[in-house]
Protein backbone atom coordinates (compact mmCIF):
# COMPACT_ATOMS: atom_id res chain seq x y z
CA UNK A 1 0.00 0.00 0.00
CA UNK A 2 1.51 3.74 -1.24
CA UNK A 3 1.70 6.60 1.51
CA UNK A 4 1.77 10.08 -0.20
CA UNK A 5 2.93 12.76 1.57
CA UNK A 6 2.00 16.37 1.49
CA UNK A 7 1.71 20.05 2.89
CA UNK A 8 -1.89 20.81 2.18
CA UNK A 9 -3.18 23.90 1.45
CA UNK A 10 -4.27 26.56 3.84
CA UNK A 11 -8.11 27.20 4.26
CA UNK A 12 -10.31 29.59 3.68
CA UNK A 13 -10.58 30.96 6.83
CA UNK A 14 -6.65 31.47 7.07
CA UNK A 15 -5.05 34.72 6.11
CA UNK A 16 -1.06 33.84 7.49
CA UNK A 17 1.85 32.42 5.46
CA UNK A 18 2.27 29.80 8.24
CA UNK A 19 2.05 26.00 7.21
CA UNK A 20 1.03 23.95 10.00
CA UNK A 21 2.21 20.17 9.35
CA UNK A 22 2.72 17.47 6.77
CA UNK A 23 0.51 14.69 6.27
CA UNK A 24 1.08 11.34 5.49
CA UNK A 25 -2.22 9.10 4.21
CA UNK A 26 -2.86 6.49 2.77
CA UNK A 27 -3.86 5.73 -1.08
CA UNK A 28 -7.45 4.03 -1.56
CA UNK A 29 -7.02 0.08 -1.67
CA UNK A 30 -10.93 -0.23 -3.48
CA UNK A 31 -12.90 2.47 -4.58
CA UNK A 32 -15.63 3.86 -3.25
CA UNK A 33 -19.18 2.49 -3.10
CA UNK A 34 -22.60 3.99 -3.46
CA UNK A 35 -24.63 2.94 -0.39
CA UNK A 36 -27.43 1.11 -2.12
CA UNK A 37 -30.39 2.24 0.25
CA UNK A 38 -29.33 5.89 1.20
CA UNK A 39 -27.03 6.45 -1.62
CA UNK A 40 -24.70 7.52 0.46
CA UNK A 41 -20.83 7.29 -0.68
CA UNK A 42 -18.84 4.46 1.84
CA UNK A 43 -15.79 2.46 1.65
CA UNK A 44 -14.57 -0.62 3.82
CA UNK A 45 -11.00 0.04 3.42
CA UNK A 46 -9.61 1.49 6.96
CA UNK A 47 -6.87 2.87 6.07
CA UNK A 48 -8.19 5.85 4.43
CA UNK A 49 -9.68 7.10 7.45
CA UNK A 50 -5.82 7.65 8.88
CA UNK A 51 -3.87 10.73 8.50
CA UNK A 52 -0.96 11.32 10.12
CA UNK A 53 0.86 15.08 11.19
CA UNK A 54 4.27 15.76 11.20
CA UNK A 55 6.26 18.67 11.89
CA UNK A 56 8.59 18.27 8.87
CA UNK A 57 8.66 16.30 5.70
CA UNK A 58 11.66 14.55 7.07
CA UNK A 59 9.89 13.33 10.21
CA UNK A 60 7.34 12.12 7.55
CA UNK A 61 9.80 10.41 5.46
CA UNK A 62 11.89 8.59 8.65
CA UNK A 63 8.35 7.28 9.73
CA UNK A 64 7.56 5.87 6.49
CA UNK A 65 11.30 3.94 6.00
CA UNK A 66 11.12 3.08 9.36
CA UNK A 67 7.80 0.85 9.17
CA UNK A 68 8.48 -0.07 5.62
CA UNK A 69 5.70 2.14 3.98
CA UNK A 70 5.68 3.19 0.29
CA UNK A 71 5.87 6.40 -0.27
CA UNK A 72 5.50 9.61 -2.61
CA UNK A 73 5.96 13.06 -1.70
CA UNK A 74 4.06 15.72 -3.47
CA UNK A 75 6.21 18.93 -3.47
CA UNK A 76 3.64 21.75 -2.14
CA UNK A 77 2.59 24.13 -5.02
CA UNK A 78 3.89 27.84 -4.64
CA UNK A 79 1.57 30.54 -3.91
CA UNK A 80 -0.53 32.27 -6.36
CA UNK A 81 -2.39 34.83 -4.75
CA UNK A 82 -1.85 38.24 -5.65
CA UNK A 83 -2.01 40.96 -2.58
CA UNK A 84 -4.02 43.74 -2.81
CA UNK A 85 -5.11 46.16 -0.42
CA UNK A 86 -8.21 48.19 0.19
CA UNK A 87 -6.97 51.29 -0.22
CA UNK A 88 -6.38 50.14 -3.82
CA UNK A 89 -10.09 50.47 -4.74
CA UNK A 90 -9.67 54.10 -4.48
CA UNK A 91 -6.27 54.70 -6.19
CA UNK A 92 -6.35 57.68 -9.24
CA UNK A 93 -4.51 55.53 -11.60
CA UNK A 94 -6.95 52.62 -10.99
CA UNK A 95 -7.02 50.74 -14.42
CA UNK A 96 -10.73 49.92 -14.23
CA UNK A 97 -12.98 53.06 -13.45
CA UNK A 98 -15.08 52.66 -10.14
CA UNK A 99 -18.78 51.66 -10.77
CA UNK A 100 -20.33 53.69 -7.61
Same mark, same amino acid.
Given at each position: ?????????? /??? +???????????? !??? &?? %? $???????????????????????? /??? +???????????? !??? &?? %? $????????????????????????
Amino acid at each position: MTARIYLPAR /SAM +QSGQAKDSWVLE !YEP &ER %P $REIEPLMGWTSSSDMKSQVALKFD /SKE +QAIAYAERNGIA !YRV &EA %P $RPESRKIISYSDNFRYNRLAPWSH
